[in-house]
């Protein structure tokens, strides 16, 4: 009897660690999908970009960001199109993009940015390489 009780302690113990690790899952796949709900939804604007202090933004003035599911990222100025990647991690609060090829603006992005403030509509940045000095604003457009 004493083994039997203990076989269904053992077994509701398994079933309770699957059913939290389940859930656990769950909920990284919840951010997830917000994040790239957000990001795909709509095309977004850089506001606001610093480089070591320098106040840049003007270089963003015709461009728009267009993030899709899949995993890549469209900068649009008119009818000229660059295509780069991009990762975003709710976990880690981070945005990774990487534009192969492109204007000085565009390259610009390239990096790990550490998001520092983020609604629906908006999201501020940081490089998350302490090194480099720079700022991003994201408004939706």
């Known amino acids: 009897m004493k083994n039997l009780y203990s076989s269904k302690f053992v077994l509701m113990l398994l079933l309770i660690s699957i059913s939290i690790a389940h859930c656990a899952k769950?909920?990284?796949?919840?951010?997830?999908?917000?994040?790239?709900?957000?990001?795909?939804?709509?095309?977004?604007?850089v506001q606001n970009f610093s480089e070591n202090t320098t106040d840049v933004s003007n270089e963003f003035t015709n461009?728009?960001?267009?993030?899709?599911?899949?995993g890549t990222v469209?900068?649009?100025?008119?009818?000229?199109i660059t295509t780069g990647s991009w990762v975003g991690n709710a976990n880690s609060l981070t945005i990774y993009a990487n534009f192969p090829v492109g204007s000085n603006a565009i390259l610009r992005l390239n990096d790990t940015w550490k998001i520092t403030n983020n609604t629906l509509s908006l999201v501020e940045a940081i490089?998350?390489?302490?090194s480099r000095t720079a700022y991003l604003k994201l408004v939706k457009k």
């Open 26 to 45: 769950k909920k990284e796949e919840i951010q997830k999908d917000l994040v790239i709900q957000v990001m795909t939804n709509g095309r977004w604007l």
């Open 63 to 70: 461009y728009e960001f267009q993030f899709f599911e899949n």
């Open 74 to 80: 469209q900068a649009i100025n008119g009818s000229v």
């Open 127 to 130: 490089p998350a390489n302490v």
